[in-house]
């Protein structure tokens, strides 16, 4: 399927990284085909009607961080892959209750630092068992009207460094940390927490 300028995902994919693979890191570079990209479907930038003119990549393990210059912004961390392969349009939400959530899940698993399914091993993640966390903010999301949703994504600002959370007059953390107080958790290690994602998936399969 002809996903943009003539191009399926695939092909776009391949042209991209063929076009950037051979540029050194720190270099400056222009591409228009990458810059269209981002001007009309980067989930930020193409509300805001903002184009980066030049990128750059840098270094980064195995891979490389790639940046966008704007004349406003000046140079900050992009995706032209996320532009392509895009996400929910909720899920910078989700990420948002998550971070909210995470000082007393925190708090929680240090309270708990063995695994408490096989009681072995240090746990070093906590498993949301009910309701599972996906259900979690689908409740809380579907709890606000349209108005709220669209206040709480307007004040996002992607060129800012800091997490993503919601207005202040939201007392998102707050909020978590109530639906949290009736929720089943548990501290767990690794491997537990995704033997239990797998059975759950198994069970749902089943349904």
Not at 95 to 102: C, D, G
Not at 114 to 135: G, L, R, Y
Not at 147 to 169: A, G, L, T, V, Y
Request: proline residues 3%.
């Amino acid at each position: 399927m002809i996903y943009f300028q003539g191009m399926t995902k695939t092909e776009l994919v391949k042209t991209i990284r063929d076009a950037i693979k051979n540029i050194d890191y720190e270099v400056e570079f222009e591409n228009q085909l990458i810059c269209d990209l981002i001007g009309q479907h980067h989930y930020y930038w193409s509300t805001q009607e903002i184009k980066p003119s030049k990128f750059k990549k840098s270094f980064m393990p195995k891979s490389y961080i790639f940046k966008g210059w704007t004349e406003k912004e000046g140079w900050k961390d992009v995706s032209w892959k996320k532009c392509i392969y895009k996400k929910d349009s909720n899920a910078i939400l989700v990420e948002a209750l998550r971070y909210a959530s995470h000082p007393f899940l925190l708090e929680y698993r240090k309270n708990n630092p063995i695994c408490e399914i096989c009681k072995i091993a240090k746990s070093t993640e906590v498993d949301h068992v009910e309701p599972t966390f996906k259900e979690i903010a689908k409740s809380f999301l579907n709890a606000l009207t349209d108005e709220q949703i669209e206040k709480i994504k307007s004040s996002f600002n992607f060129c800012k460094s800091e997490k993503f959370s919601f207005p202040d007059e939201f007392e998102l953390s707050r909020s978590m940390k109530i639906i949290h107080e009736t929720a089943v958790i548990k501290a767990v290690c690794k491997l537990c927490h995704l033997d239990s994602a797998r059975v759950r998936k198994q069970k749902q399969k089943v349904k």
